[in-house]
């Protein structure tokens, strides 16, 4: 997998300008002095447009695994250990990148990019948690902030070549060293035993974070064993997460003795662990045969209790590999024990809708929908379906109900977008798609669907107000980015 790199310059102008709540001219001088040591140089409204920035370009040059389910799952851990933390009214954005390289990063503004490879490689939840909560510790302890601030006291353009070779590093490892290398070599050394502080805090504080959270704490130095030990079967460099979060005997031992210092206990995966595993799995292999012959094989190996997690596996590469009466068979066999299971509704669900059958899809989402009204992956589904049959006033009002509780994403915004469209409401339509082109990071793209719209008279009081409102902040948006040169 390639990725196309955040350019050096961005990332140095990113950090040398702070902007603020308020609009204004944003030079390499203007730094506010707010609160805490660290926000002394980076501010929490600058974290988080950094972060915001840093995400539409994610979205741009990252593979990002769009499927509402695994989405949701990570969410669903990240925010489970948010909830524990001691600083929890920072916004997170948790998700997973269609990778299978061992890697996970933090990033400004509560961004914690997890690669599918991470997923695969968890021999439970608490592992994968684990690697979360170290990666949310980061954030919380705000040590980007405090990086920058300590390299300050090099210089400005230190620090924030510093802050660059870092966000690089999160994308290309070996680009990030390659980034360091070329900064003064005192300042690379006070950097890499800074980092090495960080790394040693994020352990800490991750591990507070899993107990609190109901994991195991052996899940953090289970992982980072098995992960060094495997480091040294890799020929050329070592996996991605060793390069950006540097093991050492001493660290592993450390997290091992922290956590056996914890009251023994016994801790499960949730079902819901393996069926993501099972699902990431089908979609990582080659072709819907391999993936076929892999789960027909777990089938006959696998322990008892994984074997619903392999059927299910299963089950997701028959219908890849429109094998649908065997598929057919497999769903039908684990709706028998357990049919208000809301993965295997949803992939029944599927089977339907690819061979045409959308009355018998939308009678499965309709009871699931009874069952589980906000559950994201079902509402997007179930849109879909009723935008496919050509009912966009149902799937709208779907969308809207849910918008109303929810925080909502890109991909709400581009189905309310069609669904908006399609029952003929032209202006929420272009507010929406407005939205998903703000979040997919063409904010001018966005500006000019909304004056566009604007233009085209016929609009009610309420909407011009709306519209007009949504432009002055796209406009400033627009404005900063330009300056930074994000």
């Known amino acids: 997998m390639t990725y196309r790199i955040l350019k050096a310059g961005t990332l140095f102008l990113c950090c040398a300008g702070l902007p603020g709540n308020q609009p204004q001219a944003v030079t390499t001088l203007d730094l506010p002095e707010i609160g805490d040591s660290a926000g002394s140089i980076v501010s929490p409204e600058f974290e988080r447009r950094l972060g915001q920035a840093f995400m539409r370009q994610v979205r741009q040059q990252i593979n990002i695994i769009q499927d509402p389910e695994v989405e949701t799952y990570i969410q669903s851990i990240g925010y489970q250990l948010v909830a524990n933390s001691d600083t929890n009214t920072q916004p997170f954005n948790f998700f997973v990148v269609d990778d299978p390289m061992i890697n996970a990063f933090a990033a400004p503004g509560g961004i914690i990019g997890v690669h599918s490879g991470v997923i695969l490689n968890s021999r439970s939840e608490s592992e994968l948690a684990a690697v979360m909560a170290h990666e949310i510790a980061h954030i919380t302890q705000r040590h980007m902030a405090r990086t920058v601030e300590d390299a300050g006291k090099f210089s400005l353009p230190v620090a924030a070549a510093m802050i660059g070779a870092i966000l690089i590093g999160i994308q290309n490892p070996q680009a990030g060293s390659a980034a360091l290398a070329v900064i003064s070599g005192a300042s690379v050394q006070h950097q890499i035993n800074f980092t090495r502080a960080n790394e040693e805090e994020a352990d800490n504080v991750g591990m507070q974070l899993l107990a609190r959270s109901d994991y195991d704490p052996n899940g953090m130095p289970s992982f980072f064993e098995r992960l060094q030990q495997s480091s040294r079967y890799y020929r050329g460099q070592a996996p991605d997460f060793l ?47 391999d993936a076929v012959l892999l789960f027909k094989e777990r089938l006959e190996t696998e322990k008892p209790e994984n074997l619903n997690a392999a059927r299910y596996g299963y089950a997701l590469a028959l219908i890849k590999a429109d094998k649908y009466g065997e598929a057919r068979d497999q769903l039908r066999f684990l709706l028998k024990d357990n049919n208000e299971n809301i993965a295997y509704l949803l992939a029944a669900a599927k089977l339907e809708t690819v061979q045409g059958n959308y009355a018998a899809a939308l009678g499965i989402y309709r009871e699931a929908y009874k069952l589980y009204p906000d559950y994201k992956p079902l509402v997007f589904a179930y849109s879909q379906a009723l935008l496919d049959t ?21 991909a709400y915004y581009n189905l309310l977008a069609q669904a908006e469209g399609e029952a003929g409401n032209e202006a929420e339509s272009a507010l929406a798609k407005a939205e998903y082109y703000y979040l997919q990071g063409e904010t001018k793209l966005a500006i000019d669907k909304l004056k566009f719209i604007q233009n085209q008279g016929g609009l009610d009081y309420y909407l011009v107000e709306r519209i007009s409102a949504r432009l002055v902040q796209l406009e400033y948006e627009l404005g900063l980015e330009e300056e930074l040169k994000i």
């Open 390 to 410: 050509r009912q966009p006033q149902d799937a709208r009002e779907l969308l809207r109900h849910y918008g109303q509780n929810h925080d909502p994403d890109i």
């Open 243 to 289: 390069q950006t979060h540097p093991l050492t005997t001493s660290r592993i031992a450390g997290t091992r003795a922290r956590a056996e210092a914890y009251p023994i206990k016994k801790y499960s995966d949730s079902h819901s662990f393996e069926l993501i595993r099972s699902k990431l799995l089908v979609h990582s292999q080659k072709t819907p045969l």
